[in-house]
């Protein structure tokens, strides 16, 4: 077998950041100061004067849910739909885990972490999607003490999904220090965000580090698959027998949770792979 194996190139990626930290240290006037924003706020924080004027400077409009599947579904018509958005805030993200978590303690239960467990899928499912999403993402966090060896405290984390950090490629400690707001960089996969430096933390200190192009350009829709393909894909799967294994592959390959959400060039592989399998007079 030949290998595969190409020359790396840079991407220009879109800019994907936790911001965390305590009440009143400036995580959301930075948000908010990103252009056009499309604003899910979980906590109605965002009703305040300041912020809504800040939002209407620029073109950025909100939508108010704590609810993970209306989360889910407005992410979704941001991926596919034509629009003129181009950052996503959820502010904070911690709301919308915390109520994901007791409801489905409720209706599983607690014991062993199931229902963490469970709502832990139900995150990695989302942040599938938000990696997807050709707009800037800022996902604000409540923060909490960090422990150590016999409970000492090191300092702040977030407080939301364990795995959170993994996903993005900026994760910021943001520190109100007297009136100044301090960023504390954490972890970074970007040049201009090197570990364990701190800066003034403002939307034009962030763009100075990074891309201005990048942040500002235009969002592009995702076109998904169509049901006919999905329908096509289903039938040559049981038809090859395909194992779960390989299917789940592609599907993690393309970060969807099901073959609906797979994007339409993506899909059509699959078929296309899938059909060059079936036997001669089949």
Partial sequence: ???????????????????????????????????????????????????????????????????????????????????EYKTLVIDPLTTVYNDL???????????????????????KHLC??????????????????????????????????KKLDYLFDLVLEIQKRGPQRIALIKKSRIEGFPDGDSFEFSYDEMTSRYSRDVIEREAVAQELATPEQVTECHRLIALLKISPEMWQKWLDKSDSANFSEMPKSSMQKCIDFLTSKIPQGV
Avoid: W
């Fill in 128 to 161: 599938s999607l938000l990696l997807r999403l050709d707009m800037n993402v800022i996902i604000t966090s409540h923060s909490k003490n960090e422990y150590g060896t016999n409970m000492a405290v090191l300092g702040q984390t977030y407080d939301c999904y």
């Fill in 1 to 83: 077998m030949s290998l595969r194996a190409v020359k790396p190139e840079s991407v220009q990626k879109r800019l994907k950041a936790l911001f965390y930290g305590n009440s009143g240290v400036g995580k959301t006037i930075c948000s908010l100061s990103f252009p056009k924003v499309y604003l899910i706020d979980t906590e109605k924080g965002a009703e305040n004067e300041q912020y809504t004027k800040l939002l209407s400077k620029n073109g950025g409009s909100i939508f108010q849910t704590s609810d993970f599947d209306e989360l889910i579904t407005e992410i979704t018509s941001l991926l596919t739909e034509k629009h």
């Fill in 101 to 123: 978590v007791e409801r489905i303690g409720l209706k599983l239960g607690t014991e062993f972490g199931r229902h963490i467990n469970e709502a832990n899928k139900h995150m």
